[in-house]
T-cell receptor
Framework: DAGVTQSPTHLIKTRGQHVTLRCSPISGHKSVSWYQQVLGQGPQFIFQ???????GRGNFPDRFSARQFPNYSSELNVNALLLGDSALYLC????????????FGPGTRLTVL | DAKTTQPNSMESNEEEPVHLPCNHS???????IHWYRQLPSQGPEYVIHGLTSNVNNRMASLAIAEDRKSSTLILHRATLRDAAVYYCILRLGSGTYKYIFGTGTRLKVLA
């Protein structure tokens, strides 16, 4: 069975640009969460979506936004990129938003120059 | 705010048990304790989770203190493939169902 997939694998952008990251959850999973992992640190929660609705938001600026589509895939958008946005962006899916275990994808490595 | 504290690194000899500690003194009654591990260039991988009682699965055991302010992940026989960063995580149980990751423990397994 396919796990969580993310695209692209790597991405290089310059300051001020916009980026869109994509995530496809495990088949049957309806909840998607996004995390930012800066080098050497643990992942930080950004968003959780369930049934196309935002269920949770971490302490990130409004430059970060996301959405979930009818097929439960998701996009994370970041506007006005800063050098500090350089990180590994992880997507995780679960059956539902509550107690279910989250399964992580391999991540998208974003470098902002 | 919810938070976990772990040692930065630990070492173990191959085929010996490993006890990875975690403090989570800010835990609330509905928060679950999860453990994930992360290999280089990969996303975190689920290991085990629990709420109040000790838990066992094919990968590991989780021992939770009676006051729930600390827990220990136990790998019964460490192998070289167990070398990874292990994260102790609080999964908030109310409102936002988000995972609060700590800084993780880098486990080195010696052959």
């Amino acid at each position: 069975d396919a796990g969580v997939t993310q695209s692209p694998t790597h991405l290089i952008k310059t300051r001020g640009q916009h980026v869109t990251l994509r995530c496809s959850p495990i088949s049957g999973h309806k909840s998607v969460s996004w995390y930012q992992q800066v080098l050497g640190q643990g992942p930080q929660f950004i968003f959780q979506y369930y049934e196309k609705e935002e269920r949770g938001r971490g302490n990130f600026p409004d430059r970060f936004s996301a959405r979930q589509f009818p097929n439960y895939s998701s996009e994370l958008n970041v506007n006005a990129l800063l050098l500090g946005d350089s990180a590994l962006y992880l997507c995780a899916s679960s059956l539902g938003p509550s107690r279910d275990t989250q399964y992580f994808g391999p991540g998208t490595r974003l470098t902002v120059l | 705010d919810a938070k976990t504290t772990q040692p930065n690194s630990m070492e173990s000899n191959e085929e010996e048990p490993v006890h990875l500690p975690c403090n989570h003194s800010t835990i609330s009654g509905t928060d679950y304790i999860h453990w994930y591990r992360q290999l280089p260039s990969q996303g975190p991988e689920y290991v085990i989770h629990g709420l109040t009682s000790n838990v066992n699965n094919r990968m590991a055991s989780l021992a939770i203190a009676e006051d729930r302010k600390s827990s220990t992940l136990i790998l019964h026989r460490a192998t070289l493939r167990d070398a990874a960063v292990y994260y102790c995580i609080l999964r908030l149980g109310s409102g936002t169902y988000k995972y609060i990751f700590g800084t993780g423990t880098r486990l080195k397994v010696l052959a």
